[in-house]
């Protein structure tokens, strides 16, 4: 079977289920990458050099362009991510048989401009997504809800997500780290963006050192936020608790996440995904993830691998059970390691997906898989 999977840039998010989807389909999976990465990505240290021989830069020209073409007249299995739908639906109009499935985050991210959102996906999804072959692979907990909310994809829409590199090294090993901290270890990452709330971090670290404990509290990240953080800092006499590092590169953020005993996963419903909080889990890290990031309900089980809250009460709450208790942090911990190490990674999709594919392709459904990646939605 041929996979082919088209999307803006090839980076680091893909390229674990690449990898394996193109060693599962013994060489038979192509990545197509419409256009070159975004300056401000390349800022904060994502790489586009050295890529794999499967990625084919279509906007490069016409010849390679023309070579993409080829490659998804000869797929059995085309993957559209995040492309131009007019891009899509060129590729769908010439090729009427193969089978689609269409990677999205949730379409209604936030209540404003809710109609055109609706309008966009009415144009696109009813010429498209509505066919008999097309099928949706959900990058939220809530595109489903979404998508069927106005009539799409309705019983044909399949857990799904972002599946960062994840380390093979053992939680034992993790936890020793962890364990060396002298004091109570807390992360947060992110772009400094109102939707992600880092001030919610900050109110945090407010709220433990009034309850006297003795913590630190490292921001990674930049954004339009940093200036009010670092004052606010300052206003409270946080600054030897909260430590701004900026944007540093992919690489440092795993040891940061290594070290940390807490990681904050503050994001609201603007969050699609939140890869962070995978590589937070595959880290060892005891989470509390905001329930309205696309990523926490599908990741995280209530008091078993992580926390979860709705508000700042509960995530408050959440914090100082942790902060008291370092049992449960690393019972949380290693069991959210287990999560990914286990269940949510790029080689359990690649394995499952050519599997899945026969399926649909031939039942027009697939009940292979009872919960995790590629389970119905």
């Known amino acids: ?38 300056q401000d990505r390349l800022q904060l240290g994502w790489k586009n050099d050295n890529l794999p021989t499967y990625v084919i830069q279509a906007w490069k020209g016409k010849t390679e362009e023309k070579q993409c073409m080829d490659e998804i007249i000869r797929a059995d299995v085309i993957i559209f991510g995040a492309i ?9 109009s010439q090729n009427q048989n193969k089978l689609f499935f269409v990677y999205s985050e949730r379409l209604l991210k936030k209540d404003s401009n809710v109609l055109i959102k609706l309008l966009k996906g009415v144009k696109y999804h009813f010429l ?95 954004g339009d936020m940093k200036d009010e953080l670092k004052k606010r800092v300052e206003e409270k006499d ?20 290594e070290k940390a005993d807490i990681y904050l996963f503050t994001s609201d419903r603007g969050e699609g995904w939140g890869a962070v909080l995978n590589e937070a889990m595959n880290s060892g890290c005891a989470v509390v993830a905001n329930i309205n990031a696309g990523s926490t ?4 089980t209530n008091g078993k691998n992580g926390f979860v809250y709705n508000n700042y009460s509960e995530l408050q709450n959440c914090v100082e059970q942790l902060a008291r208790n370092q049992e449960l942090r ?28 026969k399926e649909i392709k031939k039942y027009g459904e697939c009940n292979l898989y009872e919960s995790g990646v590629l389970s119905k939605c």
């Open 1 to 38: 079977m041929k996979v082919v999977f088209v999307s803006n840039t090839f980076h680091h998010h893909q390229a674990n289920v690449s990898e394996n989807l193109y060693k599962v389909t013994n060489g038979n999976y192509i990545f197509i990458e419409t256009e070159p990465m975004r």
């Open 84 to 92: 131009p739908p007019r891009y899509i639906m060129k590729i769908r």
């Open 128 to 222: 498209s997504g509505n066919c008999k072959n097309s099928y949706l692979l959900c990058a939220s907990a809530y595109a489903a809800d979404d998508y069927n909310s106005i009539g799409l994809y309705r019983n044909k829409t399949y857990k799904y997500g972002y599946f960062p590199e994840y380390q093979k090294k053992s939680y034992d090993s993790i936890l020793e780290l962890k364990k060396k901290n002298q004091k109570l270890s807390l992360l947060w990452c992110g772009r400094l963006i109102d939707w992600k709330h880092p001030d919610n971090a900050i109110l945090i670290a407010e709220y433990l050192k009034y309850k006297g404990f003795d913590f630190c509290l490292d921001i990674i990240g930049d």
């Open 238 to 257: 946080l600054m030897n608790n909260v430590f701004f590092h900026g944007a540093v590169d992919t690489s440092m953020v795993h040891v940061f996440m």
């Open 297 to 300: 309900p599908y990741l995280v």
């Open 330 to 357: 690393e019972n949380l911990g290693k069991e959210a390691y287990r999560t990914i190490n286990e269940e949510w990674n790029g080689k359990v999709v690649a394995e499952r997906f050519i599997d899945f594919a």
